[in-house]
């Protein structure tokens, strides 16, 4: 039963990889072969801060499980818990998730395995919750600052975004504040039969709001990244391309969630935010595919992370 359940998983999450490829190559296909050439020349060794430029983000994402945690856990621990288990996001085609249940276990080793299961969880709950509240700002800044009328149903679309946004956002505090996330820590750990006894725990609003602001301190960090590419295309952005540009990001996110990591849409989203604000149309394609390697080596180095760690602790068992 449980393998007739996974082929079909696995063949759905097939299709989404081959669908948001085929968009980055359609994307780039219909594009004049010169005019990339010309993009692409002016592609500096300042690119190499890309990087490294993932900490502004990572850095507060870790202090969030410090708060869950109540500072239980080292700074170290947290942002090694964050980047490994990062790069296991990227490459496990679970909506972002496939982390998660890694970086529970890891945590365990510092404290016990109910608490670092519930944070977890409220974690994953925080960072969509920070997720819809952002998109909801970019987007409804970018609905401010452009008429979006060269695009027939765009605002349209966008301002159902934007609802939709604010409805779940409320739902997301609700569920985030009640104690579901302790169940469902309990009911996982009780079916692998790791703990019998769990003390099912409520979020407290201090630590709501205090890992909420984290979180969104560190997706602010997103517009940086996006004014880094700008600059490294040798183009000075105004403030409101760069707005436009994450507003069509998210949108993307948020309608198309179901394609791992947003994989073709959100250079789509990206291509098309450059062409309404008047950019040629080869810069929206070598930026999205810009970001999209920043994203590839940040998952290789999370995984290098890891498996650094496994050669530590392997070596320290053997002594």
Known sequence: MANNYIQPRKAATFFFYVLGISIIVYLVARLPFNDLLEVISTIGIEALWLVVFPMIWVIPYSMTLRVLLENTITFKQALFTQISGDAFNSITPLVGMGG?????????????????????????????????????????ACLYYFS??????????LWCVLISMIIV??????????????????LILSKFKLIEDIAYDKLSWKKLLHGTSYRLLGRCGKFLELYLIFIILDVTPKFTDTVLVEGMIMASVSIFFFIPN?????????????????????????????????????????LVFYLLSKLYYSRQNTD
């Open 262 to 302: 947003g994989l073709g849409v959100n250079e789509a989203g990206i291509a098309t935010a450059l062409s309404i604000t008047g950019y040629s149309a080869a810069l929206g394609v070598v930026f999205g595919l810009i970001r999209r390697a920043r994203m590839v080596i940040y998952a290789l180095i999370g």
């Open 100 to 140: 998660e249940p890694y970086k529970a276990k890891y945590l365990s080793r510092f404290v016990p395995i109910t608490d670092s299961s519930r944070a977890i969880i409220q974690s994953r709950l925080l960072h969509a919750l920070s997720g819809v509240i952002y998109t909801a700002m970019v987007i409804g």
């Open 148 to 157: 979006l009328n060269s695009i027939p149903g765009l605002r349209l679309g």
């Open 169 to 186: 956002a409320i739902l997301l505090v609700w569920l985030t504040m009640s104690r579901a996330p302790s169940r469902f820590s309990g």
